[in-house]
Every structure is written in C-alpha cells, then in structure tokens.
C-alpha cells in the first residue's frame, strides 16, 4: 500500500490523478471499515490540510470544510436554520465520535442511515468536489446515488459543503429514532426546516433518512405545507403518503414500522420547531 | 512511501515520548504495543465500545479511531495519567462506590468523566449520561458510574483496614482487587504477551454446514515470510473434542473434515507478529464444499434433514423433563385457564474484552495465561486435547473483562497450546470483537408455549410447559439449559400439578452455551407474562395474586423438595408500597390521555445455586506465613462480581481474622485448589460455605495450639499470633514454628459440596442445595406512536439470605437488570449479520433507568452465615417485568423479545384490530 499526507491541496489533487486512493479524513468510518485483515488500499490522509477545517462564511454561503468534525459544527454559533444539523451533530455516534468525525465524511460514507444527510438536505446543501481540473458543486442529492454510493470521481476529493444562505433562512429541527439512547444507528430520522411569515409558513424544508437507499426531500409534502397555516400543520402531514420513501424490513426495524414512524418523527421534528414539541420518550 | 515508518514525537502524561511507527496505526496500538500503556483497552476496534477511550489535547476521542500521523505534537491524556501517586478523586470515588467490576471499560470511563469533570465539576445526571454515552460497561448496570461521577465526595464503600474484626460479613469493603482496576494496572487477557511469542491467526468456516479440503500448506508458510507453520487437526495430539460437560464433549478445537457452524475453527497460522498482522487469511489454501444447513430447530427437525451428530436422533441433544401430579386434569378442571407462546432470541454475552491469552512451555509443563471463568475445566479440556497429564497443563488465569457464563467454555486455549506444545515458542491469540462474536457462545434462543389454570380461589392449580431451545452446533451447555428450564419453569410459585418438557435441539447457529442463568431468564418470560393474563381472568390485582401463591417455607416445588429458608413472598410483600405508589402514578398520568401510555409491571425469579442435581465441590486453602502474613487461595475466580472479595469477607470473619491482613493468591492452578467454575450462581454459596469451612478450621488449629478455647480472640502482628482469652494472652512466634511444605506454619484446607440427589426419570428429587428468591417491579412509558419505551424507574427485591457486601449485592443487581433491559428491548443476536457492536445492541448509560434495590435476608441453613448466590437471579424478572408493564401501558402482547419499536408498535395495532 502506498500511503501519502499531503499539506497542499494541489499536491493531494495531483496525487489523486496518479491512482486510486482511499481518502481518510476522521477515520471513523475508515478503520470499522478495515475488518481484521491487513490493509490493501492505498491512503490520502488528508488530516495535513489545515485549509479543510472549520465553518467560514462567503457572501453567498456558509461553508463546512471537508475536516469539520460534528464537534466543531455543535460549538460553532450558527443560524437556527442549523439547529437541526447540530441536533443531528449530538446524536452522531458518541462524543468520541463527535469529536473525530466529519461532517464529509459522513456524507462520502454514504450510509442510508448516515444523520447527517437529512438536515444538510433541508439546508439545500452542496458538494464542493476538487480535482486538478477544478471545481463543481452538485446539491447533495446528485451527490449521494445510492448505499455506499456517490458522485465523487476517483480523481476528486470533497472539500467543502456549502450552504446557501438564502436556504439558512427560518428554524429548525431533527428527530432521531434508535433503539437505544446512545451510539445507535437509526431506525429512522427527520429534518425539518420552516420560514414563517405572519403565522403561515413561507418555505418548508423536509427530509427523512434511513426509509430509502438514500435520504429524500418530501418535496410534495413542503408543497403543501407552503402557505399552511403553522398552527395547522398536523393534518396536512397525517393525509400525506410519503411516495418517495422505499423502506426495507431489517434487524431494526420492518418496512410498515418504519413508513408509519417517518410520519411521525416528521410531525414531531416539525412540532418540535414550532415549539409545541413534546419530545420526550423517542429512545427506547 | 509504502511500509515507511514515521517517528513521531508527542506527549503522554504529561511526558514526552517518540515512536517509529507505521503511519495508519491506530493510536491505541501505539500506546499499548510500542510505549506499553495497556491502561488503554481495546474492546471493538470500531468506536462502538469506548473502552480505549483517551484524551487527544483535552478532547475525548476512541484512540482505535486514530492514526498515529496524526498525533505528531499532541498531547494525549491516558488512565495511567490520572492518578499521580496517590488516586484521582474520581478513582478513589469510583473504588467508593463499586463503579468498577470486571474493569475493562473503567479507563475508558475514567477518561471520558475526567474530560467532563474538567469543564463542568458538579454534573447534572443527564450531562453525566451524554458525557459517557460513548462507553459501554456489560457489568455495572452504571448507575454506580454515574453516582461516582456526580459525587465523587459521598463514600459508601470503606477501606479493608477499617473493617472490624469479625464484622467483615455484612461490610462493605472497598473491593480488594478494585485499586488497580482503577488505575489501568490489571492485567487482562491482551495485557500480557511474553517478547518472543508468535501471534496465531485462526482459520474460521465462512459457512454454516461444509466440508473442506486443506490445500498445500508448505507452499503457503514458504510464500509468507515470517510465518512459522500451520496447524490442522490433524496435528492434534490429543483427543479432538473438547466441551464443558465431559459426557457431551462434541466439539473439535480444529474441525475434521466438517464444519457445522460459521466461524468453526479449522487451522492455525502462526507466525511473527508482524507476519500475521500482514497476513490476509483469505490466501489461505482451502477449498469449501456447502451443505445443506439449519438455523433453526424446525429446520433442523425437517423430515431428510441429516443429523449433525451421530447418535442425537432427529438433532435432539438431551431433553429435560419435571412432573408432578396430573397437570391435564387440573388444567381441564381449572375455573380459568390462559395459553401462550414467546420466542425469545440468540444473545450475545458482548463482554467488552474479546477472549486473550498465550501459551507457553516452562520445562515441560504447558502454561496458559487468558482471560477464562473456569481454571480447573480448562485445564482438563486443554490436556485432553492436546494428549497431555492434566498436571503438566497449568492455567494461570489472567482478569477476566467480563464473561457472563461464555468464558467457562475453553476458547482459544487448546489453540494456543498446540502452537506452544509444537512450536516450542510463546504463543499468543487477541480475538477480533468479529471472531469473539462469530466463535463463542451465545444465549439459547427459546421456542416457547405454556398453559396454566388456577382455581376460583385465584390458586394456581396446574402448569404445561414445553420449550424447545436452539443448542446450535455443539453441545456446550445445551444439557443444562434442558435441565434446569423444567426445574424452574413453575417460577416461584406453588404448582401441585406439573408437566415442563426442556429440549436442546442442535442446528448450524453459533454454540449456545452458558449464559446468566441457564434459560430460565427464557422460562420465566413465558410463565410470568401468563401469570399476568391469568390475574386479568381471574379479576385478581397482579401482585396479590402472585404473592397468594409464592412458596413458603414447607411448601414442596414440582421436583417434590421440601423448601425452607424461603423469602419469594418476603420480596413481594416489600414491593406492595411502591406497587400501590407506581399504579396510582400510572393511573394519574393515563388519565392525561396521551399518546405516552405509562405502565408498571411485575415479576419473580427462584434460582437454584450449583449444578443441577450434580456433585459440584469447591475446595479453599487458607495459610500463615512466618511472616504472619494470612494466604488465600482463592480460586473461585472474579470475574468481575465480587468473589475476591466476598470469599475473603467469609474467611475473615469465619477465622475471627481482621480482613486487611489476607493477601489473596488466585486460581493458578497450581497454587490454588479448584474451587470450581464462576457460574450457576454458586461461588458465595459453594467456595464461600468452602472458605468459611477453611477459616474456622485454621482458626481451631490456632486455638488449639494455644490450648485456649472457641471463644479466645486471635489478632496479628509482625511475625505473630496474640491470641487473648479473659486474663490469658499468649503470643506465638511464628518464626519458632516449622512450616509446611508450603511454608504455612499453620494452614486449613477444605471442601464442600451441597447436598442434592440426582432427579427420577419425572424430575423428583433435590436438584439443588439452596435457591434464591426475588422480585422486580418495572415503572415505564410506552410512546403509542412509535413503538419506543422509556424505563421510568426499577424496584428490585431480592433474598440473598446474607448480604456478604451490600454495595456488591446492588452492583450485580443493577448490572443483571442492565442485561435483562437487554434481553426484553433491545438484544438480538442475527449470526452473520450482527457480528459487531453497532448492529449488536446493549444497553447503553442512557437506557438504564433509576433503580432501587430492597435487600431481603432470610436466612438459608446451608449457605455461608446463611448467604444464597445472586448473580443470575437478578437478571430473571427484569425482562418478564418489561414485558408486563409494556402489556399494562398498551395492551401490546409481545410473543417475540426483543421488544423493539417495531414489534411493540406492531403488536399495538394488532389489539386495536381485535378490538375493532
């Protein structure tokens, strides 16, 4: 295996063109990954890059860089848009984990279960991929393709996620269902983002992990809920179908639970925004 | 840049260190294996665990996640870093209020509290939890830990010094092995590995059912340098079958020809370190030929399906039978009646150190250091195997992180000792957490079905019970978990007319062996949630009518044993406050009318200590020195309970001996007579009844030499007895006095073994010695809409007889109600799919709720100043009493554990139907 910890990104955009490296950043995913057998891959380490850390802000954007650990996204004073990315930042494995892994990764990790997904989808997030070509930016969705599946080329590298401020607009919230309290993976999640105006919701922004290959937007349900009167909201939830979630039965749940919890968790990530929230007794 | 090694330079407690390394290496390998901070415990390899949780610049991080080329320059923060001469604060509290049992995962707890502690010194419970969520404990229950955490200035436990003479029993001694659990200083089964040991890297079936052709193996040790050899079972010198019951010993170290489970062990690799850690075993030369498999005892039964064994017709292992009078009649004439069926699943014991150990040859005797439960058996399995004398096997056992009932079985032990025994050199196996998962025993999964009926009067009348256990592919402790169900299945409870049928059927799942309490925790979820049901019919409140009918004193069990000591109904009646407190707080809330449904709920367990109506003797030798310094060999090994201490309690007070002046010498075989295995409850009973024989013996040759009597007071100084009798004092020089052969001057040696007989072909007869009783009354809510429960609050009550050690006692409460949590939510073992501890649930610090313990002491004649064991007990009720405050709260029926969201919710909406 060859193994290299470049401390320019040109330098590690020119390696990725020489072949095909397994990118390691946090490593929370990289070393479970690893099994009991001898390592065959050969490594970016990208923890060199000190360009790749923290949260910065351009005109347009509030950029997550590529190192960004679920830690520094919890410390970080951002708008309540992101309450939901940071509850989601708090239920992300352990503090352990929290503290090495990153927001990236969990996206390039491409888990169907991965709790960053959800929220940075309601953020209308993007992937800004380098490569010695230049850059591009997909919106998240065009990003994750599948379970264990993306759009990153072998010769790419993500380096940041960028959210557009226009999208950092309204609060927020995050429902996790697990079978138990801590380090859990879950059953199901929600992310729920909504701008008010006058009591009447002007933009809505829902997403739910774990019930498809990848996360989804319920785009036809923020359709409805567009112009809804905020103290109304349950009913339009309750008398939605959820078309777009494929749910498949598992050890941690069938398919019929989780459809029926989804639609739970959304009312209750969108209760929880409007502040009606009775959010007590979600872990078992 | 391949292979390259980076050197490195950073601090570790405070001190500077530098490493060659390889870069990806994680930094627990580093600390452990290059700079020796073993303090640092490696329990999954994949942050699912916490256990080598260290701080990198203050932040608390799983140091298997990190790769040593990121620590250039960093500070990392270790166990060994905490206490600096004398212990933290933290660490004495943790010693203060028995947070630590076993010890594997207190580094990783010490850490990630002293990361909290640091920024926010007086926590609240929750923030404790959040701080902590990241490290599991199989133990503790923690709510120790978190007690320890939020008042690390309130002391429960006292120092060994400050314990009367003669007050040991009923004291709770700071535990005599608890300091260096808290300083990272125990030694584990990964923490010891002589220099020039070679590493042995084990071959494992990736199938069910096959069989297999070796390939050329010369070939194979040629092209890898650095490996030594490879061992099949043809290089077995022995008798190839090991297994913890010698008339059922099945079980090949290395498989011929066959495997029957995922995860077998076919050959051995063993090589340099760095060879095997480079070594991948999919090079391996073997070819695989699939059978037809079964992982379950219906497959396993099918018409055409082979026997996995030759002579268990139909893969039925044994079967377990208890009868008494004739329970069709009584049912048929019981005024109601309820039938039902639970299927429980395989659960993983999921201690957090995976199986360790090394072999080595010293002259030529075979000397094994691991992890294990049972010296003295695997001793005699590992010669067995490996054609030796069991004297020229000596078993030095290594702390033990846990075992729960899977480390009595011998695991890597005949592995490492045929690479030693051939090789000449140390020899050494660390399990991966997938190899501890895939090759061990698990819990029987249990098809159940019952019918009980009762009388008009609310009397149970009669009982049917039938289950049919998943033994998987090797017998283990198949035959006792076949045995003692039919004991048990009645629960606590007088039931004249009885007929309980136990079967061990074989299948290709992993072995189920031993696991905290022999499938009764199994038996006693169907009888106990019946019982519920059958208060309903009967219109009788659920505690009333469970205490109408508990055994007392006189009573006969379905085995036709005549009880006496009995304290089942003692433990329901304490309950009956905090019964009438909880449903009336339940009731209050449920008038809300919420989608938040609370329920309270209720159970009882009885569990008979020592083997099943089998000899089962433990032997205690207690010696003096010249010195004066008082020896116990004390070979009933602690596996995390409490044994070191509560033996040494007993013989203390027993030989009217202060507790502070014994120094304990543990199960090496060798030193130490067998007392027995650390299982079936029976260490406080057996080598306590064993060591309290032992004190008082060494306590009358003492007095005797003094020519004083039974009431004269011994005390030690340097290299003296005083031994003090109304005027007379008489002062033995110890040095004067010729020593034993192994230089006692005066010592004690003695056995006991419980009376019991062997049962008739209907399972009469007196399986055991003495049980133990308790009941536990579960307080939850159920979220109607999701399927999800939340534990309110715990109320055990338990009969121990004697509490040796209170703090002990409450720790193995709150740790088996931690499993049972388990067994009822969460804990399902999928093989080849949960093979780790993310996919693998058990309960973390944020599902164990409050628990409050009530101890109940009637008084058993024969256990030591009348203690009865515990450690399985307590596991029991738990899960039946989810079960039925789960039932209370939502009507849900669960028919198979665990409950999880989706089989709650399920079940819900299953009643809503039946009742449209």
Redesign the interface.
């Known amino acids: 295996m060859d193994y290299a910890r470049p401390t320019e990104l040109e330098e590690a955009l020119g390696l990725l063109c020489s072949k095909r490296w397994t990118i390691l950043a946090g490593g929370t995913d990289f070393y479970p990954a690893l099994g009991a057998g001898p390592l065959k891959d050969d490594v970016l380490d990208i923890n060199g890059l000190s360009m790749l850390e923290g949260i910065a802000e351009t005109d347009a954007h509030i950029l997550i860089g590529a190192r960004t650990s679920w830690s520094t996204v919890i410390r970080t004073p951002l708008p309540p848009a992101f309450d939901m990315l940071k509850e989601a930042a708090r239920e992300v494995g352990s503090v352990q984990i929290q503290n090495t892994g990153t927001v990236a990764g969990n996206l390039c990790n491409a888990s169907p279960a991965a709790d960053g997904v959800p929220p940075l989808l309601a953020l209308d997030a993007e992937v800004e991929l380098a490569s010695s070509d230049g850059r591009r930016h997909l919106p998240l969705a065009s990003f994750v393709l599948g379970n264990r599946k993306t759009a990153r080329e072998p010769h790419e590298m993500v380096t940041a996620i960028r959210v557009p401020k226009t999208s950092a607009a309204g609060r927020s919230g995050f429902v996790k269902l697990g079978a138990r309290r801590y380090l859990v993976i879950s059953i199901a999640m929600a992310a729920a983002r909504l701008v008010l105006e006058g009591g009447r919701v002007a933009e809505a922004a829902i997403a739910v992990g774990s019930c498809s290959a990848v996360a989804q937007r319920l785009s036809a349900l923020e359709d409805r809920l567009r112009g809804g009167d905020a103290a109304a909201l349950m009913p339009l939830i309750d008398a939605y179908g959820f078309p777009e979630l494929t749910p498949i039965d598992d050890v941690r749940g069938s398919a019929a639970y989780r459809r029926e919890a989804a639609r739970e968790i959304v009312k209750r990530a969108v209760a929880g925004l409007l502040g009606e929230a009775e959010r007590g007794g979600l872990a078992a | 840049?391949?292979?390259?090694r980076l050197k490195l330079s950073f601090e570790v407690n405070g001190n500077p260190v530098e490493a060659e390394v390889a870069?990806?290496q994680?930094l627990s390998s580093v600390l452990r294996d290059e700079l020796g901070f073993k303090g640092t415990k490696v329990g999954c390899?994949?942050?699912?665990c916490?256990a080598c949780?260290v701080l990198v610049d203050g932040?608390?991080?799983?140091a298997?996640?990190?790769?040593a080329?990121?620590l250039s320059g960093r500070r990392v923060r270790t166990v060994e870093g905490l206490s600096k001469g004398s212990l933290s604060a933290l660490q004495e509290s943790f010693l203060r209020h028995g947070a630590a049992q076993c010890g594997i995962c207190t580094p990783g707890l010490l850490i990630?509290a002293t990361a909290l502690l640091e920024r926010n010194p007086a926590p609240s419970e929750q923030e404790v939890?959040?701080?902590l969520?990241?490290?599991?404990c199989r133990c503790t229950g923690y709510r120790k830990i978190i007690d320890a955490v939020m008042n690390a200035n309130r002391s429960v436990a006292v120092d060994a010094a400050l314990v009367g003479q003669g007050a040991a029993v009923g004291a709770s001694p700071i535990r005599l092995d608890g300091r260096r659990k808290v300083t990272g200083s125990e030694v584990f089964g990964a923490d010891e590995r002589p220099a020039e040991a070679l590493s042995v890297a084990v071959v494992r079936s990736p199938h069910w059912h096959a069989t297999f052709e070796i390939g050329d193996t010369q070939t194979f040790v040629a092209a890898h340098p650095g490996i030594v050899a490879v061992f099949t079972a043809a290089d077995i010198p022995g008798e190839n079958r090991f297994g913890v019951i010698p008339p059922f010993a099945d079980q090949p170290a290395l498989a011929e020809e066959r495997v029957r489970f995922r995860g077998e062990a076919v050959a051995l690799v063993a090589g340099e370190r760095t060879a095997i850690?480079?070594?991948?075993?999919?090079e391996f030369p073997i070819a695989w030929h699939e059978l037809p498999h079964a992982l379950t005892p219906a497959e396993a039964r099918r018409d055409g399906f082979p026997d996995l064994h030759e002579g268990r017709a139909n893969n039925q292992l044994t079967r377990g039978f208890v009868e008494c009078g004739d329970p069709e009649a009584a049912i048929r004439d019981a005024h109601v009646t309820v039938a039902g069926d639970i299927e429980t699943s395989y659960v993983e014991h999921a201690y957090i150190e995976p199986e360790a150990g090394f072999a080595a040859m010293e002259g030529d005797t075979l000397v094994i250091k691991a992890c294990t439960q049972a010296p003295y058996m695997d001793r005699d399995d590992t010669a067995k195997v490996l054609g030796l004398p069991p004297d020229k096997v000596r078993i030095v056992p290594l702390a033990t992180g846990g075992g729960f009932g899977s480390k009595l079985d011998v695991s890597l032990q005949p592995l490492v000792g045929l690479v030693a025994l051939k090789t000449g050199r140390p020899a050494a196996i660390v399990y991966?957490r997938?190899?501890s998962m895939r090759s061990t025993t698990k819990r029987h999964p249990a098809a159940m079905r019952a019918t009980i009926g009762a009388d008009a009067d609310g009397r149970v009348t009669g009982m049917v019970f039938e289950g049919d256990f998943n033994t998987g592919a090797y017998a283990s402790w198949g035959p006792t978990v076949a045995n003692r169900v039919p004991v048990h299945a009645s629960g606590p409870y007088r039931t004249p007319h009885y007929r309980a049928t136990g079967r061990a059927i074989h299948t290709n799942g992993p072995v189920s062996g031993a696991f905290r309490g022999f499938g009764v925790p199994q038996a006693t979820i169907m009888q106990e949630v019946l019982y519920d049901r059958l208060a309903e019919k009967l219109g009788r409140d659920r505690l009333a009518f469970r205490i109408d009918n508990a055994l007392v004193d006189g009573d006969r069990t379905t085995c036709g044993q005549v009880l006496s000591g009995v304290g089942i109904r003692q433990c329901l009646e304490a309950l009956r406050p905090h019964w009438a407190r909880a449903g009336a707080e339940a009731e209050a809330f449920n008038a809300r009318d919420?989608k938040?449904r609370r329920g309270i709920g209720i159970a009882s367990c009885w569990y008979g200590c020592g083997n099943t109506a089998l000899p089962n003797p433990s032997t205690i030798r207690v010696g003096i020195r010249a010195s004066g310094k008082v020896m116990l060999h004390q070979g009933a090994v602690d596996i995390g309970q409490g044994s070191n201490t509560v033996i040494a309690q007993i013989c203390a007070d027993a030989a009217g001996l202060p507790l502070s002046v014994f120094t304990l010498i543990g199960g090496d075989t060798t030193l130490t007579p067998d007392a027995g295995k650390t299982s079936a409850s029976r260490q406080t009973f057996i080598s306590g009844k064993a060591a309290q024989k032992a004190g008082r013996s060494l306590r009358e040759s003492i007095l005797r030499f003094a020519n004083v009597s039974a009431t004269a007071d011994i005390s030690v100084e340097s290299g003296a007895l005083i031994v003090r009798e109304g005027e007379v004092r008489r002062r033995i020089v110890l040095a004067e006095l010729e020593p034993d052969a192994r230089g006692y001057v005066f010592s004690a040696e003695e056995t006991y073994d419980p009376p019991t007989t062997a049962l008739d072909e209907k399972g009469q007869g007196t399986p055991y010695a003495v049980y133990g009783y308790g009941a536990q009354l579960v307080e939850l809510?159920v979220?109607t809409?999701?399927?999800?429960?939340?534990l309110l609050r715990i109320t055990a009550a338990h009969d121990v007889g004697r509490a040796i050690n209170p703090l002990l006692v409450e720790g193995q409460i709150e740790g088996g109600i931690a499993q049972g949590i388990g067994l009822a939510?969460?804990e399902?073992y999928?093989p080849g799919?949960?093979e780790?501890l993310?996919?693998y649930?058990i309960?973390?610090?944020?599902?164990v709720p409050p628990i409050e313990t009530i101890l109940i002491e009637v008084p058993d004649a024969e256990g030591p100043f009348g203690a009865k064991g515990l450690g399985e007990h307590v596991l029991i009720p738990t899960a039946p009493a989810i079960l039925n405050a789960i039932r209370h709260a939502s009507g849900a029926e669960i028919t198979r554990v665990p409950a999880?969201?989706?089989r709650i919710?399920?079940a819900i909406r299953a009643r809503e139907e039946r009742r449209a």
Do not use: K, Q
């Not at chain 2, 390899?45 to 699912?48: F, K, P, V």
């Not at chain 2, 809409?785 to 939340?790: A, K, N, P």
């Not at chain 2, 309960?843 to 599902?847: L, N, V």
């Open positions: 840049m391949s292979g390259a870069p990806l994680r390899d994949a942050g699912d916490g949780s932040e608390v991080v799983c298997c996640l990190v790769p080329a990121n990630s939890r959040d701080a969520g990241g490290v599991l850690e480079a070594l991948d075993l999919a991966t997938g190899d919420g938040i809510e979220d809409t999701l399927g999800t429960v939340r939510l969460m399902e999928v799919r949960t780790n993310h996919d649930l309960p973390t610090i944020g599902d999880t969201p989706s919710l399920e």
